[in-house]
């Protein structure tokens, strides 16, 4: 049987998903995509340059079959936020939204109250919400409580390429709601995508670290594979970490790093 | 071009190697084997039955055309590994050996004074010697000088499952010896072997990790797929890690965990 | 010339702040805040039995000379808190206020929201208020601009002893915040209060860690040092890291953990 | 009733050993030495200029009644190292010795072959031998075997201000030997001495952290709290790590990092 898992309406066995940014040109980004695995692709709605037709356009070299998930990158108020949401569906974007309400310019990290009040505009008019969010496990709760259909807690800042900063948070976003958590910014390398799937994650998102890579086709190959690593390794039940193999009980957190 | 990598005559396409051990039975060892697609199989000579024929042999279970490597597990001197070494060759089980000299029941950590004094016989011998030693920098040149086609650093205590406890040394090493460093023991689930490839190791060897896993096939699938990850991620150069995505500069190392 | 820190009216010269809850009895409770060298305690306004007098009311067994710090723990909205705050003015308690609006009964993480728009209020009221919030940098930009006199990130949830878990998070908000930033909950032993203070928290706050120590007024000792440990750790400049004294740079964050 | 412990004839109050190298002059040096609230000073013999007196001579400048723990850096092989502790018993420096034999010069580990050796012939001359090791349990067995007073691992690379990077096995080792284990090598700042204490070492040795701090004396200063703030925290017996303060059991090691 499938191991898949759900948006909406949508099903997906990936449980990779990328973006649009940063690419050096569209070929590539094109090849990466392809590479990836991925069946969700995310594409700024701000970003987008309606005037560019054909081969200028950014969509025309989103491989075909791949689900959009437009997003509000660049909104720094829920109203600007519910705009761009709205612009994306009036583009035939679909119902589809990654929610980003950006509370500071310099470290991307989200405006927690704007996106909690954006979201449930946006799921009261119909849209399929899934905000981009920190670790806080308070605010996950309301983001479930007002209707999104997944959260998506950073590992660290968009960008940044430090993994899972806090897995601790985000152990206890996933007993703490119901909705399906995904990682989303952080991830540096394949490790980190493994892991965050073997944290329980259901699917990770990622740009940056595919597409500043010295060779993003390759990398999204990892990623792809390491994405694949972390879920069949979580299901598969790993060994548990003793101090050494005659260790009579399993280690307890008194050795904190 | 394929990327492969060479142990004495022969040259491999998989980085992933395994261990026969601790299953609960023959067939589910066998389809973890073949899940894996490990091109080398690690055999304890000493753990062999030879008045086991047929299907009650271990060896009859392990997939046709891997490359066997007979190992000198619960081998406590440089004379007892010796013997045993030469008993593998012996019973054609050919000319590589995993040299391993035990200086501890408990842990298993290995004496790198007879481990050295075995290495150089068996080298002279002319065994292809990978032996498992700590992650001392300083043995692991020795091992280099005494002619060892490899060496293979523990990331933490044979079946502890607790990762790579020292990646610092582990990284030393790899600059200190120009012979192929592999990860051999520690490794506890799919991100751990991922992260000891992207650190540059040029294999990761494990057994207890997949065959006391709750569902090892799926688990040897997860190794496989975490192995190859962490491969091409090395390839295709990671981000830089920064505090957030407008820092200007690198992190360096203020912060320690 | 000293290394004083100050809160609205008040200056003070150790950096360590403790909490009043969760000891046996109020004899040890007394001889551990002696111990701790602390300068301000806290006290739940709302855990405070009014009824009782004299030996019996908690109030009488703080030392002398101590500021009192009431907090608002126990309340779940920003309403509460804001009642609670006046309480313990009218109690007589100072102007000082450790603002705490908790949004998950189970973990204790605060509610940013109610947190913002009580500290607002409470500012406004003529109040100096501290409040505890999480490791969010752009929550702790926001309570600055309402006016608090200090951020209170956690360093992990109350009581869980699990130490610094996003050291990156909090030196995102010493960089974003002009006022101090002390580290409020999550320290379970003295080389976590150390790290804090390395780190540049201009004190640490904490209440379990010592109270539910086998031996709290031990513990108590150890904290103080290792407060101060750290403040002038930090003050004396600590050497950089390097993978061995021969490297020629310092380490970037290419090891993540 | 006094926490003390014992060398040998030699009993201490003091846990924290310290280095007399890498200072920018002796009058630095002096007060740092004086600060540091040690007991134990080591001198590298081979360093000593002989040549010098008074002022000039290092020795001079170390504050009255310290006890001397003479060293044998910079010796390269078994030989070496026992001639240079023969010549520091000649100049009257004491019984003591700290041993090192060093395998590499770039990161001067240690070369455990050879520091087994010379331990062996030192004991039997009488000496009482404090050997400079690496982090292996079968090595700090062996030294322990062979009558050393004690086994000084290190917790990262001589000068690396790394910290403890491999607390695990220093666990292992307390575990494994009867002698005091101190750390040696590797603290940066005062939380990696308090991670130390904590840890169960018996005290611990350093030099760079102080001699290279911006501000030594200080450093000395915040390294003699931080020495103490860990011990009493072993002492005091520290509160359970938990996910959060509602979890019902300690943390185990599902989150390695």
């Known amino acids: 049987m499938a191991d898949t898992w759900s948006l909406g309406k949508h099903t997906f066995t990936s449980r990779l998903l990328v973006g649009t940014g940063k690419y050096k040109d569209f070929p590539t980004m094109q090849r990466a995509l392809a590479a990836s695995g991925a069946e969700v692709v995310t594409v700024a709605v701000r970003r987008l340059d309606l005037s560019k037709k054909g081969a200028e356009s950014l969509l025309e070299w989103v491989p075909k079959g791949m689900t959009l998930l437009p997003n509000t990158a660049a909104c720094f108020t829920a109203d600007e936020a519910v705009r761009t949401a709205r612009l994306g569906r009036e583009l035939d974007m679909g119902e589809l939204v990654k929610l980003e309400v950006i509370g500071d310019k310099r470290t991307l990290f989200p405006d927690v109250e704007g996106l909690v009040q954006a979201a449930r505009i946006l799921v009261k008019e119909g849209f399929t919400v899934l905000p981009y969010t920190n670790d806080d496990p308070v605010t996950a709760k309301k983001l ?80 792809r594979d390491a994405v694949a690593a972390g879920r069949k390794a979580l299901l598969a039940g790993r060994i548990p970490m003793k101090l050494h193999a005659s260790a009579s009980s399993p280690m307890t957190g008194l050795i904190g790093s």
């Open 144 to 223: 479930e409580d007002v209707g999104c259909a997944a959260v998506m807690p950073l590992g660290a800042p968009i960008g940044s390429g430090l993994g899972l900063r806090n897995p601790y948070n985000l152990r206890i976003i996933m007993e703490t709601v119901k909705v399906p958590v995904l990682v989303d910014a952080g991830v540096g390398t394949a490790s980190d995508a493994a892991l965050a799937m073997e944290l329980g994650a259901v699917a990770v998102l990622m740009n940056t670290a595919i597409a500043e890579a010295k060779e993003p086709v390759l990398m999204a190959e990892a990623m």
